[in-house]
């Protein structure tokens, strides 16, 4: 019996050495370094301005009021603490998979698979999500082009978070965003590099969007807007600081391009360099645009008006300036954005199980790479039905604090393979980022503070989250131990 147990312990820590983490060129299931730091550092940022900015002010500032600013300082300083361990870990193990990898070489398999189930959830949910958004800014840019919406039984969930709890709408599908994911899976298809360089180019578009509704918003800036600061209605329990950090949790999940960056580590020229670079790159940047647009948005527009508010940033510009032509500009630049951050987060989801199915701990079709694309074709085409799916028939109510929740946790175990990567040396005689101030304040600081915005998470996405716990870990021990590399090695 003891035998038995020391050998199933060995087999849930057993973990994967940083050499074999790293792929080989001559591997025909291998992909191909591609990417320097300038896409790279895009498609960080291209997987985070855009959703938290476009979206969730919709969703966050009704829990925090005009103090909505600090839930993004907080979620940013939570981010950042993470990023440098991102950044140590990226330079170490430099190696598709992101997080899961990272787990892998650090603290075990068994670990990693969860990280792994929580990485899913977190991209997953996100391309759903944002594909959704694109949705009603899209129909509110056909609207003032053309005087033309979508068809109100096209553009509705047939699953919808109401009044009364969740209802069912028969016969209502939400088309664009299904339109959304299909194209992004056929650029995806066609290889890394050239999504990278579109991406890049729509990311490019998104900041001056971004930059012309700062300028805008800014002429009817009311400092008044800012009075109360904190929300002062505590009926649902989050006045105050609890609805700051209740807002930091909605949004926390737009930091997710971070995690997107790392994921890429099996397709960057020289990893151990640009990887760090490019997370360090794209935190600035991100951070920089999500403050200036959300005290412009919160200067022109009182808190009062954010719930419900569809495509919200459009109608502010419509509001400021009495016009249409300024809110038809930002709509379709959010279309554009949209476009990038849902391509980006599909990415993500489809490398990340690329990473697992090469080390055997779901089944080999995910690594499937075509030989002229080096593209894992059935991993892409099975990620984009999911997502699909999900952003047809749900409203997106059901998913913001469900892929915070996987990014937190996420975050959280990355932040606790620092001290392990540094006491067992991993990488050691790699030249590259190093965490400052020792391998445990920085990560301690950052767990703490990611622990502190998951408390205010609702008990909703604590149930759900538990269920997908379950099923995973019932499926490590169903087929993944069995499968491992490391169990036939």
């Known amino acids: 019996m003891l035998l038995r147990l020391a050998s199933l312990t060995q087999q849930l820590f057993r973990t994967k050495p940083v050499e074999v983490a790293e792929h080989s060129g001559h591997d025909p299931h291998s992909l191909h370094r591609s990417l320097g730091l300038f896409p790279l550092t895009m498609i960080g940022v291209g997987a985070t301005i855009g959703t938290g900015i476009f979206f969730t002010m919709v969703e966050a500032v009704p829990k925090a009021g005009p103090s909505v600013i600090l839930a993004f300082i907080l979620a940013a300083v939570t981010a950042g603490l993470t990023a440098l361990c991102y950044a140590e870990l990226s330079a170490r193990i430099p190696a598709s998979g992101s997080s899961y990898s990272f787990a ?68 209502r599908v939400n088309l664009p965003p299904v339109i959304l994911v299909v194209i992004c899976g056929f650029m995806l298809l066609r290889g890394t590099k050239e999504s990278a360089t579109i991406n890049a180019v729509m990311v490019l578009i998104k900041l001056l969007i971004l930059t012309f509704f700062v300028v805008i918003a800014f002429h009817g800036f009311n400092a008044e807007h800012f009075t109360p600061f904190f929300n002062q209605d505590n009926s649902k329990g989050m006045g105050g600081m609890a609805g700051v950090t209740a807002a930091a949790g909605t949004v926390f999940f737009s930091f997710i391009g971070l995690d997107t960056i790392a994921t890429a580590g099996a397709e960057v020229k020289n990893p151990q360099r640009n990887v760090p670079l490019g997370i360090m790159a794209a935190l600035l940047i991100v951070t920089v645009f999500y403050l200036l647009v959300s005290v412009a948005a919160v200067g022109a527009q009182p808190a009062s008006m954010f719930a419900g508010q ?112 540094r006491r067992k040396g991993i990488g050691a005689d790699l030249a590259g980022f190093r965490v400052p101030f020792g391998a445990y304040l920085v990560p ?29 870990i019932a499926t490590y021990f169903i087929y993944g131990m069995r499968h491992s590399r490391l169990n036939k090695s």
């Open 104 to 171: 892998y070489a650090t603290v075990g398999e068994f670990a990693a698979f969860i990280v792994a189930a929580c990485l899913l959830l977190e991209y997953g949910l996100a391309a759903s999500a944002t594909a959704i958004g694109w949705s009603a800014y899209l129909n509110h840019f056909l609207t003032n082009a053309v005087g033309w919406q979508i068809p109100e039984m096209l553009r509705s969930p047939m699953i919808v978070s109401g009044v009364n709890g969740t209802e069912f709408h028969a016969g």
């Open 310 to 421: 569809e495509a919200g940033l459009a109608v502010i510009l419509q509001n400021v300036t009495g016009q249409a032509w300024p809110a038809l500009i930002l709509s379709a630049g959010a279309v554009i954005s949209v476009f990038s951050v849902t391509l980006v987060t599909i990415y993500g989801q489809s490398r990340i199980l690329y990473a697992i199915s090469k080390d055997g701990l779901i089944p080999q079709t995910f690594q499937t790479v075509n030989p002229r694309t080096k593209a894992p074709v059935s991993n892409t085409i099975i990620v984009c039905l999911v997502v699909g799916i999900v952003a047809g028939l749900v409203d997106s109510t059901f998913l913001w604090d469900m892929v915070s929740m996987g990014t937190l946790v996420a975050f959280i175990l990355v932040s606790a393979a620092v001290p392990v990567l």
């Open 444 to 472: 301690g600081l950052s767990i703490f503070a990611c622990l502190y915005i998951v408390k205010d998470l609702s008990a909703a996405t604590f149930r759900i989250f538990f269920i997908w716990m379950v099923i995973a």
